[in-house]
Every structure is written in C-alpha cells, then in structure tokens.
C-alpha cells in the first residue's frame, strides 16, 4: 500500500463507502505477504516512500520465482537486481508485464501501469566498465519515479570530456557520479555543480585499486563539498539515496 492508496482507502470511509472495520482489515491484509522464502513489506512505501525491492544474488532460480509470484499475488510493484539471465528468464514467465535491462542487471514490474517520470537526475559514468553499475542506478531512478539522463565515458584521463557537459549537470538537481580506479570524477563534478553529488565508487581497476576500495576512499577523502558517498558498485543505493533528495519520502510515486 502506498500513501495514494491510502487516501483513497479513508476518502472511502469518510464518504461511507468503506466501513471502518473493513478499512482496518484492508490495511492488515497488505503489510505483510508471506512465503516460506520471503516476507515481502508491502507498507515499506508508506512508510519510507519507496516500494521493497529484491536482491537476487545468492538466491536460486527457484526463489526468485517464488517473490515474484508473491508480488503478483499482491498486485504490488517490484524491482529485482543483481539478476542473472537464468533468473530473469525464469522471473519474467511469473511476471508478465515484467521488463528485464540485461545491461544492469535489473527487472522493474509495474502492475498499475508506467509511471510519470519527474525531476532531473544525471549520471556520470567514468568509463564504459563502469556502466552496469551506472545503469543500475538509472534504472532504479526511472522505477522510483525520477527521469534520469546517464552521460557515459568522461572519466579524468579526459578531462575537457565532463568540462564539455558541465552546462547540464548544472542544471541537474542532483548528480550521481560513477567512478572505479582512483574515482577522480567525483571532486571533478563536485567541483563544478551547485547541486548534490552522490558519488559511487565502482570495483573496477587494476590490482591496487583492490575491487573498488581505492575508489571508495578517495572519494570519502574527497576535497569538493557536497559529496556524498554509498558502497561499491551500489547502484540501487546511489538512486534511493538521490530520488530522496529530489523528492521527499512520502511523495514518491504518488
């Protein structure tokens, strides 16, 4: 249930359509969807203004279907990530209306119907190892309800490439920057944006990055205010993160 449903849901017993008994039950019956795999949070978008989302790496095949088939049940929109392509193919047989984005890794599942995309969200991607984790993070934006822009490949090595696009990411009411190596860009941008930068650390790099740990230092070291940092490779984690500052919680995907 979100905060829409919600409304309409005590529009209904103000109107005397719904009596209060059966709004309680209304509400009591969508907390909570149960499996011996799962306990879904159907109220986590009341609550904290986004829906639950899946993490799929680790779970078998078998157990993605078995959320997928719940979320259904409870006509309850959904995001998986982190979804191979067996898992995928075995989720999207539950979920019909489902949509894979096998370049991040994601499936969004929208029972109601395509949202209406708002604010402005750009990410920065350094370079073309570092777009899985970038289209993660626009992916997730769009299912949260947030247009978001990726511009790809202007890592530092390159400079005059991010210097050519500041114009638009200063319009942007906020900023993902997707980064592995030495993660630079993160300052670079910060250093030339008024808006907030999220940066994202990615674990791509030759062996003294150590899977992404340099970059996450560097970037938590970074000089440029405004800088906000999220885990390696956490895509998912840099869209939330953003989608909240753009748009307070409890309005998301009103």
């Given at each position: 249930?979100?905060?829409?449903?919600?409304?309409?849901?005590?529009?209904?017993?103000?109107?005397?359509?719904?009596?209060?008994?059966?709004?309680?039950?209304?509400?009591?019956?969508?907390?909570?969807?149960?499996?011996?795999?799962?306990?879904?949070?159907?109220?986590?978008?009341?609550?904290?203004?986004?829906?639950?989302?899946?993490?799929?790496?680790?779970?078998?095949?078998?157990?993605?279907?078995?959320?997928?088939?719940?979320?259904?049940?409870?006509?309850?929109?959904?995001?998986?990530?982190?979804?191979?392509?067996?898992?995928?193919?075995?989720?999207?047989?539950?979920?019909?209306?489902?949509?894979?984005?096998?370049?991040?890794?994601?499936?969004?599942?929208?029972?109601?119907?395509?949202?209406?995309?708002?604010?402005?969200?750009?990410?920065?991607?350094?370079?073309?190892?570092?777009?899985?984790?970038?289209?993660?993070?626009?992916?997730?934006?769009?299912?949260?309800?947030?247009?978001?822009?990726?511009?790809?490949?202007?890592?530092?090595?390159?400079?005059?490439?991010?210097?050519?696009?500041?114009?638009?990411?200063?319009?942007?009411?906020?900023?993902?920057?997707?980064?592995?190596?030495?993660g630079a860009l993160c300052s670079v941008v910060?250093?030339?944006?008024?808006?907030?930068?999220?940066?994202?650390?990615?674990?791509?790099?030759?062996?003294?990055?150590?899977?992404?740990?340099?970059?996450?230092?560097?970037?938590?070291?970074?000089?440029?205010?405004?800088?906000?940092?999220?885990?390696?490779?956490?895509?998912?984690?840099?869209?939330?993160?953003?989608?909240?500052?753009?748009?307070?919680?409890?309005?998301?995907?009103?």
């Amino acid at each position: 249930m979100n905060r829409k449903q919600l409304q309409e849901l005590l529009q209904s017993v103000r109107e005397n359509n719904t009596s209060i008994e059966q709004a309680v039950n209304n509400i009591a019956a969508t907390a909570i969807h149960s499996s011996e795999v799962a306990q879904l949070d159907l109220h986590r978008e009341l609550r904290c203004g986004a829906p639950e989302a899946v993490f799929c790496e680790g779970k078998t095949v078998e157990q993605c279907v078995t959320i997928a088939g719940q979320f259904v049940e409870a006509k309850h929109t959904a995001l998986f990530t982190r979804c191979t392509a067996q898992q995928a193919e075995a989720v999207l047989a539950v979920l019909e209306s489902g949509e894979y984005f096998p370049d991040a890794g994601c499936i969004t599942y929208s029972p109601n119907g395509s949202l209406n995309l708002a604010h402005d969200v750009v990410v920065v991607c350094a370079g073309t190892s570092d777009l899985p984790v970038a289209r993660e993070a626009t992916v997730t934006l769009n299912w949260l309800g947030c247009n978001a822009e990726l511009i790809s490949d202007v890592g530092v090595a390159g400079i005059h490439r991010v210097l050519e696009k500041s114009v638009r990411l200063r319009t942007a009411e906020c900023v993902i920057v997707v980064a592995g190596m030495e993660g630079a860009l993160c300052s670079v941008v910060a250093g030339l944006v008024a808006s907030p930068v999220i940066a994202l650390p990615t674990s791509i790099g030759y062996g003294a990055s150590y899977e992404g740990l340099a970059a996450l230092l560097a970037m938590l070291n970074s000089c440029s205010p405004g800088v906000a940092v999220v885990n390696i490779d956490n895509g998912f984690g840099a869209a939330m993160m953003a989608a909240r500052i753009v748009n307070p919680a409890r309005n998301l995907q009103e």
